[in-house]
Structure formats: C-alpha cells, structure tokens
C-alpha cells in the first residue's frame, strides 16, 4: 500500500530537481513535482520496463516543467499586447508584486554578503562596483597603491563567490521538497462512491430553475450529512452527481461496509421524499475499492483534497451500469468481497470497461443481511441457479430460471432475469433462424427491445464484412432500431477466441441459409471497403474536374490552368466558365476561362495555399468577379466517407426511415421545404439516383438525397424540419443513405460551408474525414 509513498520520498528530490533547472522558480517546481508524480500514477500501467520509472518519471518532470514555461510565456505575450491604458490584471498584480519581492530579495542578500567581507576589501569593492572606479582609482581614495587595491578586489571577489555558495546551497537545502511534500497525497486503501438521480431531468422539467436549485440543494445537503454520518469524505458535486469515498483521511479498514451502510441510508431517505412534495427519483450509484491517491490535488491556480485513481474510475462506471441494467447499487468484485457476509449482493456480469486493462466481476448490492422477504429470497435463488447454468452454456436448462425470476416478488423481478433470458433465446435461436422469425410478435419485440446486443457484436466482430452487413441490412427494420444503445454498452468479455469463432459459424450459416432462401444476395457487388481506397480515387477525380495533372496538388504553390472538357469529371454546367480553386495536399489549383487566366497568373501565382484562403484574397475575389454578375462561394470542406470509417449512430425508436430508389424520387420532389435534400426539378446532367426520408408518425420530417456528380461521387444533401433539429435525425438519415451508397459502390461526399457548424458536426459524427477544400464563383440568379 506504501509502495508509491516510497517511491516519491526516493525520487523527489530529483524530480523538483529537474523542475527547478527548468523554470528557475522555487514554488512552481514545487507544483510541477506534484503533478509530475500524480501523472506517473495515474499512468503507471503504461509503463513497460518497470527498471526505467525513474528516467521515465523525469522525462515526465521535465514535460510537464515546459508546458509550464509555454503557459507562461504565451501569458506574458498577452500581457504586452493588452492596452497601455487598462488597469493591470490581478495575474499582472502578482507577478509585478512577485518581481519587486525577488527585487528586495536580491538586495537583502548583497547586503549580507558585503557585511561579512572584512573592512579593508568591503570598501574597495563598493568603490569600484558603486562608483565605477578603476583599482588604480580605487588605490587613490584609499591611499595606496592600485597593485594593492587590485589585490583587495581579487579577495573581495573570491569571498563573495564562496559567500554565493553558501547561500544557495543552504536556499536549496531550505526550498527543497521536505517529508511535508510527500505528505501531499499518499496512496492509501479506500471505497469510492459515485451516485446520481435517475429520472431527475425529466421529473424537474417542468419546475421553476429556483425551485431546482433549492430542491438539489437539499438533496446534496442530505446525502452530505449521511456521508459524514458514516465517516466518508464528500468529495465534489456536480448536477444531481455527487463523488465521496471513505478511508481518508481518518485510515479505516471497513471503509467498504462503511460506504455500503452509506448508500443503503441514501436510498430509504430518496424514497420518503414523495411524503414530502418531492419528485420520485431513483439513486444510480456505484461502489469501488482499492488504491488510489488521496491529498491535495488539482493545479498551480486551483487544489482540493481530493482522489484519483483506478477506484474513482470504475465507481464512475459502476454507476453508469445502473442505468443499463435498470437496478440502484452496483459494486465491483473487492466490495463485495469484504461485504458479503453482512449484506445481501448478487452478482451481474464479466463485463470489460473502456481504458481498464482487466474485465471485472460487477455485482448488486441488494439490501443488509436477513431483510429479503420470503419471495425476494426466492427470486434470488431462481437467478442464481440460472446464472451458475448460463456459465456452463446450458442455455435450454437456464431459460426457465431466468423467465420464472422474471416474475418474482416486488423490485428484485425486474430486468437482470430478463436481460438473461433474452441472451439464452439468442443463443438458443441463433443457430435457426426460421425459429427466431416464427416467434410471436410481442415476444419479437420484448427480445429486440432488451437482448443484450454484445452476444451478436462478439461474433459479428471478425465475420467477413460482406456476409455481416447483408445479415445486418435483412434485419435492420426489426434488429438496428432495438439494440443501437447496446452498441456503447459496457462491453461483455465471457467468452473466448473459440467461443467466438463458433458464434462467427453460426452467423454465416444464418446468412447463407438466408441467401438459400432468397432473402439476401451475398454478391453485394463492388465494394469501397477502405479508406486508402477511397484516398486514392480522389486525386484522378479532381484532376479531372480541374483539367491539371494529379501531382499539381501535392506540389508546394498554386498552379493555374484553364478550363476544360474531361472525361469522367463532376458535373456542373453553370460553372463551365466560374473560377474554381481546389486544394487537396500541399498543391492548390486555379481553374478558369482563357479571359481570366492572365488576372488569375498575375494575382494569384504568387501566393501560398494559406494565403490565397485568407479572407483578404477572398475578398479581392469577390470584387472580381462582381461585375459578372457572380459571388464567391466557399471555402467549402468535402467530406468523404468509406466503409471501414463510417460509425455506428444511436436509432431513435419513434423514426420511421425508407429508402427511395430513382424510379421512385419523383414522388419526393412535391415537398419544395426539403430543396437542399432534393432538388425540385430534375436534372438530368446529375440525376437524383437516391434518397432517405424520415417520418414521425407519417408525417415528412427530414430527407437526404444524393446526386450523382460522377460515376464514381455521389454528393449527399440534407434537409430537416427546423422544428426537429438539433435532435441528431440528419446522422440517422445520412447515415442510412451512406450505407446504401457504398453498398453500391460508390463514394459519398459531403459538401458544408467551413462555417457550417452544424453540418460539419454532422459529417464528423458519422465517421466523414474532410478530403479537400474548393473555392468558386457562382452566379446570383441561382441559389
């Protein structure tokens, strides 16, 4: 437990070393050491050669020592930039007031050095230092000769120099970290404890702001106080969150049962409050021990007593994992070990969370020992028997268990036995689909609504891509809108590599008795699958839209061409005789008509691409193009997007989406408020060859369409009702129409202004990557 205590009492001296050598400042080295150590603790698992912490830990000193310096040089050049006239800041006050104090400082210390110098060379030196007068001058004054006053200064010097050693050597001995640094924070054994309230947003919507903060008010003045009571350390609040932990500062060695007793408390207390007028809320909270690092913490401007460590981090996902599984207290394995014979606990699951090293065994803590009731007690013991089966993959023999505790008495019925019925079914089912399919409707639903989605990912995982998304596409009505929210659930690792090798075979025989029946075609056709394939298939594209050569845009400087006719580029005739500029890698490309060529070589040759982007050419191409009639429309980001790139995004339960194919488009163009979607004419240089829409409830809310520009970039629109944005349905739409364009082959682009935020948001999200930039002039009359 002492171990890193030991390690900072061994290393101190030498990070606040390094630190000091750096940034020349005694109490900022001071806070750089701290930091350096927490950082090394934090990331201590990261280390690969234990033998190397102590490079290792300076390496950390010495980064951390100059972000300090670039934080405090970039402050002092925004100091001088600052008004003459204004009133100095309070961080100018300090260090104007830090300067006059080392300023006083300096002074005092001359002082005592020049005392200590005996009579007859402390004057000579004041003479010729204070007065600037040469030894044979000093001689004068003094009445002897300037060899003698020579040698005066000499020893006056060589005392001085051994008086400066000694006064630093006793400041550093004096401003080195002593026992009190590393008493700082110390590694110590604890519990942590995160909560929250379930359900606190949507039961508070419609109460006043005051009225909320005086009601959190109270809940955080409560559950403080039992904090206390139990003697744990409340830690910080935040919302209707709340971090405490218990065994520091006071050591306790039954910190766990102690926190337990604590949580138990809150619950009884949150559930007396509808007695009182107050919302019925549900506490979500979870439990961890272990080590961690306890004292005070934070920055050079701000420092609490506070925790960090492993505990902290899994408390936090403990209490995340309430939600998932619809219960009030999870624990992790050490809790429940040292509680287990006082209180009532069940365990959850093997389950992985994101940045830990190992999968943990994540548990309910229920109640204190002997206050289940008869039925609860049953219920327990039905689940447990299920449990102890569904380890041993006997799927058939634990369904039952699970589907009986499924009913079991008051809160302890709810979704755990449930959740484990629906994966038996899945593994049960999976290996037939036509059993799955013949299922009644309303079982249909309650499976898809609530399987856990990780008993397909693990065999979806490492299936070949072709036969998983033509399974995925077949089942998407029924499957994708259910089980989206699994897909950031807590990752489940009970299984092996063989275990889901064998769940990959059941997969693709599914989708190959799929393919027997009809249903799905496993040729999916032409794949764009990476994304160094798509990378590769834009440079021939632009070339051609540009009429230059595909090295003019990795090479440095801009080149201008002119305008011309090319097999295969994208289609836009208005802009037959437009300026158009393009840059993609280090090049940048100016196309435009034989008339402008000469203003655009004279203008624009000379420039870098950061130059010919900078809003004064912008606006010197705007007046240029003026008198035709035509503005200057961009930058505009090309987003393009590839199967391996594109990101799953959360299905809304209430969206209904179709995919219209081109026979069929026509039918959309009637809804004139989706124009940047669809466009309302046909047009038959870039035909509308898809599109997605969104319904709520049959009524047209959003839709996407795609145009294809070429044969091989398909460029994507989108238009929402405005009284639906702002509610993630553009991600949903665009991304099911990306998915049927690179089924097809095809590149989807993404065209947004830089300014866009909110489309380039979109983009982004979906797994989009901006490709290349482009400039052009457009004409008024079009919008």
């Not at 961080?91 to 050095?113: D, K, N, V």
Request: net charge negative; proline share 4%; charged share 25%.
């Amino acid at each position: 437990m002492h171990a890193f205590t030991a390690l900072i009492d061994r290393y101190k001296d030498a990070v606040y070393g390094v630190a000091l050598n750096l940034v020349s400042d005694f109490d900022a080295a001071e806070d750089i050491a701290q930091e350096a150590f927490l950082k090394a603790y934090l990331h201590l698992r990261t280390l690969d050669q234990p033998t190397r912490f102590g490079n290792w830990l300076r390496i950390i000193a010495a980064n951390q020592a100059r972000s300090y310096l670039r934080q405090r040089a970039r402050l002092a050049a925004h100091s001088l930039a600052e008004e003459p006239d204004l009133a100095p800041s309070v961080e100018q006050q300090a260090a104007l007031q830090e300067h006059e104090e080392r300023r006083q400082l300096l002074e005092r210390a001359a002082i005592e050095a020049i005392d200590k110098l005996p009579e007859e060379n402390r004057l000579p030196l004041i003479l010729h230092y204070m007065g600037g007068r040469t030894a044979e001058q000093v001689g004068t004054v003094l009445g002897i000769s300037g060899a003698a006053a020579k040698m005066r200064l000499h020893r006056a010097r060589r005392r001085l120099q051994q008086e400066a050693l000694e006064m630093v050597e006793e400041t550093l001995k004096q401003k080195g970290p002593g026992p009190e640094f590393t008493d700082r924070f110390r590694q110590t054994q604890l519990t942590v404890l995160c909560a929250d309230l379930g359900g606190f947003a949507l039961r508070t919507q419609d109460i006043d702001a005051v009225k909320v903060a005086e009601l959190l008010f109270d809940y955080h003045g409560e559950m403080g106080d039992i904090v206390q009571t139990h003697g744990g350390t409340l830690d910080r609040c935040d919302g209707s969150g709340f971090t405490a932990f218990f065994g520091a500062p006071i050591t306790c060695e039954n910190h766990a049962m102690q926190a337990c007793t604590a949580v138990l408390e809150m619950r009884e207390k949150l559930a007396t409050w509808p007695e009182s007028g107050k919302p019925e809320v549900e506490l979500r909270c979870g439990l961890s021990s272990g080590h961690a690092l306890v004292g005070d913490m934070g920055s050079r401007h701000r420092a609490d007593y506070t925790v960090a460590g492993d505990p902290v981090h899994l408390a936090d996902r403990l209490q995340k994992l309430c939600s998932r599984f619809r219960l009030s207290i999870a624990i992790d394995e050490q809790v429940c070990e040292q509680v287990k014979e006082a209180m009532e606990v069940r365990e959850l699951d093997r389950i992985t969370f994101p940045g830990a090293a190992d999968s943990v065994t994540a548990g309910e803590l229920l109640c204190p020992r002997g206050a289940l009731t008869g039925g609860q007690q049953r219920t327990i013991s039905l689940f447990n028997q299920g449990l102890t089966l569904f380890k041993e993959k006997k799927w058939r023999e634990a369904l039952p268990l699970f589907e009986e505790a499924g009913q079991g008495e008051g809160d302890l019925r709810d979704w755990l036995s449930w959740r484990y019925r629906d994966r038996c079914w899945i593994h049960l089912e999976a290996p037939h689909f036509p059993g799955l399919s013949r299922l009644p409707k309303e079982d249909m639903v309650m499976l898809l609504r609530h399987v856990d989605q990780r008993d397909l990912l693990e065999s979806f995982r490492e299936t070949d891509p072709e036969v998983r998304d033509g399974f995925l596409r077949v089942m998407s009505q029924r499957v994708r809108l259910y089980m989206t929210e699994e897909f950031d659930a807590v990752d489940h690792t009970g299984y092996s590599k063989e275990e889901i090798a064998g769940k990959q075979n059941k997969i693709v025989d599914i989708a190959g008795w799929l393919a027997q029946e009809g249903k799905i075609d496993l040729d999916l056709g032409p794949q764009v699958a990476d994304h160094r394939a798509v990378m590769d298939r834009i440079p021939p594209q632009l070339a051609a839209d540009f009429n230059c050569r595909e090295s003019s845009l990795a090479e440095e400087g801009v080149s201008i061409v002119e305008a011309g006719e090319l097999p295969g580029r994208r289609r836009f005739p208005w802009l037959e005789k437009s300026l158009k500029i393009v840059t993609m890698g280090s090049g940048v490309v100016v196309t435009c008509d034989s008339q402008r060529l000469e203003w655009a070589e004279k203008n624009l040759g000379n420039l870098d691409r950061d130059q010919l982007f900078s809003a004064g050419t912008l606006a010197l191409l705007q007046e240029f193009v003026a008198p035709d009639g035509q503005f200057i429309a961009g930058p505009d980001l090309k987003f393009v997007c590839s199967k391996d790139r594109l990101r799953p995004v959360p299905y809304t339960n209430w969206l209904q989406l179709e995919l219209y194919e081109e026979d069929r488009i026509d039918e959309l163009r009637q809804h004139t408020e989706f124009q940047h979607g669809l466009s309302s004419t046909p047009q038959p240089d870039r035909p509308d060859v898809l599109a997605c829409v969104a319904r709520k409830e049959n009524q047209l809310i959003a839709l996407a369409g795609t145009s294809a520009d070429s044969d091989d970039f398909w460029q994507i629109g989108i238009s929402v009702l405005p009284e639906f944005r702002g509610r993630g349905i553009a991600r949903e739409v665009v991304h099911e129409l990306t998915r049927a364009i690179l089924a097809r082959g095809k590149i989807p682009y993404y065209s947004t202004h830089v300014d866009n935020l909110a489309s380039n948001n979109v983009a982004i999200h979906l797994g989009y990557w901006p490709a290349w930039t482009e400039i052009y002039a457009r004409d008024l009359s079009r919008t």
